[in-house]
């Protein structure tokens, strides 16, 4: 069900998200001492490639006037070698009026300028730009740029005629000013020359001010790790935190705004409320989970109260809702049974996740419950079956790249069909459309907690030949572990040619680098560990579940 537990140290740090097939993103997140910090992340499908041969130069258009040039000489491998021939090119816009993407940007909007000064964003659209050969990402050669046109947010009538552009430093999460792009209106684009490969941002810095409170239950206790995040119709832009040992946040916000803010429990369960966020500027923010010296001027919510299961909206922030019974959009509706599937499914208790050839994945419950899923990575399409206590079966799904079908007992179907940040939901025996279920977005998010720990996970997909995949799918080797996938990823390679003075050295595992003649003959010594360490400088390389010693920086990847 995605959610994930991990251990960690108390400390401030960045936590990766990566899946195939989608853009990774990273989050800032601290986790305090003998308690649980919540973290979500949403990860946007990468756009279908686009193949370009860059030996003459090209194009690569994408979704939503996206696009990229292309000249000889642009791009290099991990090695630095040129690259020539055919490239795959993954143009993946995220438009910040459509909630589902606006959630799948990395970072959180904090924001270093070009002068080092800490800031806040107001977006005007995120893309994801990476090139593949042979399944290694490429970058752009030194001294060079590619023209590239970023898609303005669908909603927006009137962009500026310039913007800030940002790229993305992972390691921080956080993102960076690089320089500027120029609207387009022909187009409803920004263009824009980057240097590198990455996500980029086109952004202009706002006021920040701060808001500040604490998260308790219904007895006054704190409630550390709580995610508290604040979103607004006004500026295309998130900030969130988490609540400190005390309980008590502070997050950074755009000045003056009308925000939803919503305190999530590390269990599920929380509270949305309504906040006019001050108008007094901060100007000393160094991150984004720590309070400025000026917290005086901040705007002070107070004390937020959570209980785990239940949730509390703005008109009534005393009497919780259960979270099962949160703004049950169906009711009274064509597409009422859909209620009925997931109140005969019920799983309650711990429970266990089993995947099996690749494909299969089944999750069973303390209490009988069960879901049991197939799909196929290739063409992004499966089905499953859901079981309730009983062994009944409550309803199955058709899973599609577009969306979902719902189907029920008695044959009765319900397409779910991605609608920005919502679903269209339509009922197939009358053609009625539901839509406009984005309203208990904020409601629903505070009630997706839960024990990610009590899912133990067991993986029975390692195959021996193509014969124990199923249809479509390889068995690929990674050094001693195999799985089956539905394309093997290709072994760094040479590529077409090494630079002057270097030679395509064929290393351990299968893998080949380019190096000189005397750090490939050094690539020699035999399987290195940490009781078997290299001699010298040298440092132990793992390729293809194969280790041996090289000289520093010869590692692969």
């Known amino acids: 069900d995605g959610t994930f537990t991990l251990d960690a140290p108390a400390a401030s740090g960045v936590a990766s998200f990566t899946l195939a097939d989608h ?30 041969d860059i030996s003459s130069g090209g194009v690569a258009a994408g979704a939503r006037n996206a696009r990229v040039e292309i000249e000889a000489g642009d791009l290099v491998s991990p090695r630095g070698t040129f690259v020539t021939g055919a490239v795959q090119v993954y143009l993946t816009p995220l438009d910040p009026s459509v909630p589902a993407e606006l959630d799948a940007y990395p970072g959180d909007f904090s924001a270093e300028t070009m002068a080092g000064a800490s800031v806040m964003l107001e977006t005007f659209g995120v893309m994801d730009v990476t090139i593949r050969q042979n399944g290694e990402k490429l970058d752009v050669a030194p001294g060079e740029t590619l023209t590239v046109r970023f898609p303005a947010p669908a909603g927006n009538t009137a962009p500026p005629a310039v913007a800030g552009l940002w790229s ?26 980057l240097p590198h490969l ?11 001010t701060c808001v500040v409170g604490k998260v308790a239950d219904a007895t006054g206790a704190p409630v550390v790790g709580a995610r508290v995040d604040a979103r607004s119709d006004a500026i295309a832009g998130q900030s ?3 609540s400190g040992g005390d309980g008590a946040f502070c997050l950074f916000s755009p000045v003056g705004i009308d925000a939803r803010l919503t305190a999530s429990h590390p269990l599920g369960g929380g509270a949305v409320q309504h906040i006019t966020v001050g108008t007094t500027a901060v100007a000393d923010i160094t991150s984004s989970f720590t309070c400025p010296a000026t917290s005086g001027a901040c705007t002070d919510v107070g004390t937020v109260t959570v209980t785990v299961g239940q949730v509390t909206g703005p008109d009534d922030p005393t009497n919780g809702v259960a979270c099962g019974d949160v703004a049950d959009p169906f009711a009274g509706t064509c597409a009422a049974p859909v209620r009925d599937v997931f109140a005969c499914f019920a799983p309650e208790g711990e ?13 069973e419950w303390d209490n009988g419950a069960k879901s049991v899923v197939t799909y196929d990575v290739a063409t992004r399409t499966g089905a499953g079956t859901f079981y309730g206590p009983t062994g009944a079966v ?42 406009s279920l984005s309203d208990d977005l904020d409601a629903l998010r505070a009630c997706t907690g839960g024990d990610a720990d009590l899912c133990e996970t067991t993986t029975t997909g390692q195959c021996e030949t193509a014969a124990d995949c199923g249809s479509g799918l390889s068995c690929c ?13 290709a072994l760094p390679s040479c590529g077409d040619t090494c630079a002057s003075g270097t030679v395509c050295c064929a290393l351990p595992g299968g893998v080949s680098q380019c190096l000189t003649q005397a750090q490939c003959d050094a690539a020699t010594t035999p399987a290195c560990s940490e009781s078997n360490p290299c001699p010298g400088d040298q440092e132990c390389c793992t390729a293809s579940g194969v280790t041996f010693c090289a000289p520093p920086g010869v590692c692969p990847g």
């Open 198 to 208: 990455s996500p980029w941002n086109i952004d202009n810095p706002t006021e920040v």
């Open 477 to 489: 080797d990674f050094g001693g572990t195999t799985a089956c996938l539905a394309e093997c990823p």
């Open 168 to 193: 993305f430093d992972e390691a921080r999460a956080r993102w960076v000013e690089e320089g500027s792009a120029s609207y387009d209106a022909e187009t409803h684009t920004f263009v824009a020359e």
């Open 240 to 242: 969130f935190t988490v």
């Open 23 to 52: 853009v990774a993103v990273q989050r800032p997140v601290t986790v305090h001492d003998g308690a649980r910090s919540r973290l979500d992340a949403t990860l946007a499908a990468e756009a279908q490639p686009v193949a370009v």
């Open 394 to 435: 409550c309803g199955t799904t058709e899973l599609a790249e577009s969306g979902f079908t719902i189907v029920t007992p008695s044959a009765q179907r319900f397409r779910f069909d991605k609608s920005g940040g919502t679903f269209i939901v339509t009922c197939e025996a009358t053609g009625e459309q539901l839509d």
């Open 351 to 363: 429970c266990a996740i089993t995947t099996s050839e690749g494909t299969v994945t089944t999750t």
